[in-house]
C-alpha cells in the first residue's frame, strides 16, 4: 500500500505563488506516476499535473501550462506542484494522487486526503 500526504495549501492573493507538496510512504518503487487534480466548489475533480518517478517525464492540463510547474526529489518520495499567478480560479480542494499505470489522467490507484487552496482578488 501507498500513502499520501499533502501539505503547504492555504490562502494566497491573486498573482501571488504557492507551493504543494506531497510526500509519499509505503511501497513507493511499484508507482508510475504521482501527481495532482482539483475540485472546485460545484464542478468535477480535474486533473492538473503529474510526474513520471522514473525520468520526471511531466503532463500537465492546458489550463495550469505555463503557470504551474511540477517535480518532485525522489529521495524524499515528494512531489511539489510550485504554483504561479495564481487566479481565483485557482481555487479548490487540491489531492495528491498516484499510479502503477503510464497515465495518471486514465488512472488513480491512490488517494491523499485533499488540501484547501483559496486565492483571494
Known amino acids: 500500500q501507498v500513502q499520501l500526504v499533502e501539505s503547504g495549501g492555504g490562502l494566497v492573493q491573486a498573482g501571488g505563488s504557492l507551493r504543494l507538496s506531497c510526500a509519499a510512504s509505503g511501497r513507493t518503487s511499484m508507482l508510475s506516476r504521482v501527481g495532482w487534480f482539483r475540485q472546485a466548489p460545484g464542478k468535477d475533480r480535474e486533473f492538473v499535473a503529474a510526474?513520471?518517478?522514473?525520468?520526471?517525464?511531466?503532463d500537465d492540463a492546458d489550463s495550469v501550462k505555463g503557470r504551474f510547474t511540477i517535480s518532485r526529489d525522489n529521495a524524499k518520495n515528494t512531489v511539489y506542484l510550485q504554483m504561479s499567478s495564481v487566479s481565483p480560479e485557482d481555487t479548490a480542494v487540491y489531492y495528491c494522487?498516484?499510479?502503477?499505470?503510464?497515465?495518471?489522467?486514465?488512472?488513480?490507484?491512490?488517494w491523499g486526503q485533499g488540501m484547501q487552496v483559496t486565492v483571494s482578488s
Open positions: 510526474i513520471s518517478r522514473i525520468g520526471g517525464v511531466t
Open positions: 494522487a498516484a499510479t502503477r499505470s503510464l497515465s495518471l489522467r486514465v488512472r488513480q490507484d491512490y
